[in-house]
């Protein structure tokens, strides 16, 4: 039983809606991985992209299972022959821009896996195992979605996310940089955990979430960011001819982009680098180097207004 009376919790909405509510929810994004590879027991070798985050890994390691690399192309497509039977490949949703272009590798690949960790918003495709990582979308603790037609059989028990959420509480009070430190300690965390539920707590702050209007702030600010900087952006041409709805970051690909990052950093525009384990795995004449080298993933959440993304530009062009 529930208690009734005492002290009041934190407040929170209790909407239904997750937004992925026929997911199976686990407790975060390489684990909802890790889900489906385990409920396709044929699998043995796993095939990455060498311009991908290595905490993917660690479900596979986990699993005992091979792991291999692909190269991609300019359109950000695999540049990999036809798998096989008892082999699975993992590719990339980039940036949530990739939706298209997702429909012309489906019919290449047997045993297709899609990462959608930086496409949140796009809905699953039928018969095609997918996964997602909210907490790169949203101020979550932790979190995973898993879509897949087979579920495993024991019933997996709920994590807790109470020593996770603090960074997310700190920024509120004292802002990104005091808590930034804590927030690198919450990625650690989260580095090889057990499969479990995803917990009440983020099941919660997810309710809690205007994902309607999230979408379309994404969808405004990234297309107001494109008008202004898509005759500089060397990936102007896939983002043209694609389809973007409610994307991750705008992904600004110019040659000399490490050195403009650390000039938006400077001015308190924090952006990532996509992804530093890549040098490790490529040589600096690749394709993938390049990428990691120079592209700027722009912030365009729903945190930020058309005035955020005009400071953005001015930065950028100044």
Known sequence: MSAIGGYFELELQDNKSIYHNNAI??????????????????????????????????????LNLQVAFYRLDEELLPKLNLVGKNEAIVYVNYFG???????KILSRYENLIIDN????FARPIKNIPTF???????????????????????????????????????????????FFP????????LDNLPLKRMSNLTLRLMRNIN???????????????HNSLKKINELSPL????????????????????????????????????WP????????????????????????DQRYSPNDMKRIIKVING
Not at 97 to 103: A, D, E, G, Q, S
Not at 117 to 120: E, M, P, T, V, Y
Not at 279 to 293: I, N, P, R
């Open 25 to 62: 929810a686990v407790n975060t994004g390489r684990n909802a991985l890790e889900y489906i590879l385990r409920t396709n027991k044929k699998i043995s070798k796993v095939f990455l992209p060498y311009y991908t985050c290595d905490v993917l890994l660690q479900p596979i390691k986990r």
């Open 97 to 103: 821009i990739m939706n298209k272009k997702i429909k």
């Open 117 to 120: 960790s930086q496409a949140f």
């Open 132 to 178: 997602f990582s909210p907490r790169k979308f949203f101020g979550l603790p932790d979190g995973g979605f898993a879509y897949t037609n087979k579920i495993i059989k024991n019933k997996l028990e709920p994590d807790n996310s109470l020593d996770r959420i603090s960074h997310l509480l700190g920024r509120i009070e004292k802002g990104a940089e005091s």
């Open 182 to 189: 804590m927030f690198k300690e919450n990625d650690k965390k």
């Open 211 to 225: 994902f309607k209007e999230a979408k379309h702030r994404r969808n405004k600010n990234f297309n107001l960011l």
């Open 239 to 274: 983002i043209d001819n694609g389809i973007v709805d409610g994307p991750m970051v705008y992904p600004f690909l110019i040659k000399g982009g490490k050195k403009l990052k650390k000039h938006l950093i400077k001015n308190k525009i924090y952006v990532a680098t996509y």
């Open 277 to 300: 384990n890549v040098y490790q795995w490529v040589d600096k004449k690749d394709w993938e180097y390049y990428l990691t080298d120079n592209l700027i993933p722009l912030p365009i």
